[in-house]
């Protein structure tokens, strides 16, 4: 009896404390969800007051709702939120980089550029918003890696080079490849994870199509 006294009087237990929080997909909810981001301690404790901290560390993410907890590493998946927002944002900076590298003027290749992004999600989108977004690419020097690389994560094959054959498409509305629309192409493939050779096919296909048709 004192035995069982003592060990309820002093023991080993993890304690807990928020270190974060945010929002994840939660695959138990089935939807996006608040998480605390939570990291633990062993601790020697005495009447349940932790006093000496031992050597073991760790962390986990814990969905608010249903409580579910997860590894960190979780939060390296995309949440509904973001896979809806990264469609329109990916195919925003691949026209703006292709308008730009041919005649951002062009009629018909800016037609061509806001079917892209309207199919993309944003069924509004129009002339004075694009004229707006290649402002803002100039101002910003066109960094387009990391809406690209995030849109990448999302894709499976084969909707990579569906994608950049839209984007081809887009250079190809008034008149042949330049040079620097075929450097666009590949800068933009490169950033979606495509090869060189996986590149060429698309841009090569995709010029074939168009001159035959």
Known sequence: MREELRLSLIGVRFCFKTTGHGTLHCHRCGGDRPYWRLTGRRWIHVLRVPLIPLDRVVEHVQCRMCRTRYRVGVLGLPTLAAME????????????????????????????????????????????????????ADDAAGDIAAPLRVLARQLVDPAPQWFLADLVRVGLADGPLSDDERGAARLIATHLGMTSAQAQGVISLTEEAASAG
């Not at 069924?123 to 977004?133: G, R």
């Open 85 to 136: 927002a990264a469609l329109p944002a990916g195919s925003l900076a691949a026209v703006t980089t292709m308008l730009r590298a041919g005649d951002p003027q062009s009629g018909v290749a800016r037609r061509r550029a806001i079917g892209m992004v309207r199919e993309a999600g944003l069924p509004s989108y129009d002339d004075a918003e694009l004229t707006s977004d290649l402002a803002a």
